[in-house]
Nanobody, 128 residues
Framework: QWQLVESGGGLVQPGGSLRLSCAAS????????VGWFRQAPGKEREGVAC????????DYADSVKGRFTISRDNGGASLYLQMNSLKPEDTAIYYC?????????????????????WGQGTQVTVSS
């Protein structure tokens, strides 16, 4: 049985940093698009960052460009989101997501239907 488990969330002051992790069991992230999404209170879930299945491209929401970095390890079982210069508007539940295996040069996408595998989320609160 597969599972994605996020960790690393918490309360941080504006300007601070957090590193989110997503651990996979029962499956790996090899040859899959992977992404981080977030949902703030009263808002729809939105894409934050993603990596294509062949690792040749990443994409970031405009609101996090230059502050967040997505990465995954070569072992294929962990995904990360380094978040720097955090702002109160970054407050949300953060989810990791995985697509089915995709071979080729397709870029990752914000279309959430692409990602059938989701974690339960980790809360990030940015507040003084």
């Amino acid at each position: 049985q597969w599972q994605l488990v996020e960790s690393g969330g918490g309360l941080v002051q504006p300007g601070g940093s957090l590193r989110l992790s997503c651990a996979a069991s029962g499956l790996t992230f090899d040859y899959t698009h992977v992404g981080w999404f977030r949902q703030a209170p009263g808002k729809e879930r939105e894409g934050v960052a993603c990596i294509s299945s062949n690792d040749i491209s990443t994409d970031y929401a405009d609101s996090v460009k230059g502050r967040f970095t997505i990465s995954r390890d070569n072992g294929g079982a962990s995904l990360y989101l380094q978040m720097n210069s955090l702002k109160p508007e970054d407050t949300a539940i953060y989810y990791c997501a995985r697509s089915p295996q995709i071979f080729g040069r397709a870029q990752c996408t914000w279309n959430q239907k692409t990602y059938p595998y989701w974690g339960q989320g980790t809360q990030v609160t940015v507040s003084s």
